[in-house]
């Protein structure tokens, strides 16, 4: 199975910060890697899909880069609405999806 | 629009069977893989498994196989995931999702306690 890990586990930032998360991946999965955002009590909301194409309805701030096992977020002017957990997941695996361990990010 | 619907929490006792439903809306059913993806109380997100409802091809994640059975209905637009056997470690929420490139859908959640 291709296992993902992110970095950092947790981070503290400003509104106004620009931030970045990174996930690597046990083995490449090409750009089939995709970030969502869960806020408390709610499902998760997908942000990037294929490593870099912003979904549709999201901001233009959140981009996102990579291929193969090393992919990053970036959220350029943290909004309050930005804070909760960050996860990504892979779907190179065909049907047999995983999820990175999730970032939690939280205002300073 | 794309909506999926989720049934409401469920309380049951180990050792019992337990199906809950996901019923989509606003786009061709049959033709978009539906999945399962558990999230434990204060814990990340775990893929379960996926059906293609066309066909009712199901896929399960190799920690869940045996312990849960997904289905599909085309004439009710409704998946479902089903329990033979459960234990208090199912307790947890259980999201219904929509694939395509990525998750672009979500349901609301269904929560399921397991407590004797």
Request: aromatic fraction near 12%.
């Amino acid at each position: 199975d291709v296992q993902l890990t992110q970095s950092p586990t947790s981070l503290s930032a400003s509104v106004g910060d620009t931030v970045t998360i990174t996930c690597r991946a046990s083995q490449s999965v090409s750009t089939y890697l995709h970030w969502y955002l869960q806020k408390p009590g709610e499902a998760p909301q997908l942000l990037i899909y294929s490593a870099s194409t912003l979904q549709s309805g999201v901001p233009s701030r959140f981009s996102g880069r990579g291929s193969g096992t090393a992919f990053t977020l970036t959220i350029s002017g943290l909004r309050p609405e930005d804070f909760g957990t960050y996860y990504c997941q892979q779907s190179f695996n065909t049907l047999l999806f995983t999820f990175g361990p999730g970032t939690r990010l939280d205002i300073k | 629009e794309v909506r999926l619907a989720q049934s409401g929490a469920e309380v049951r006792k180990p050792g019992e069977s337990l199906k809950i439903s996901c019923e989509a809306s606003g786009y061709n059913f049959g033709t978009y893989w539906i999945g399962w993806v558990r999230q434990l109380p204060g814990k990340g997100l775990e893929w379960m498994g996926t059906i293609y409802p066309d066909d009712s091809d199901a896929r399960y994640s190799p920690a869940f196989e045996g312990q849960v059975t997904l289905s599909a209905d085309k004439s009710t637009n409704t998946a479902s995931l089903v329990w033979a056997t459960l234990r208090p470690s199912d307790t947890a929420m259980y999201f219904c999702v929509r694939v395509d490139y990525g998750i672009d859908f979500w349901g609301p959640g269904t929560v399921v306690t397991v407590s004797s």
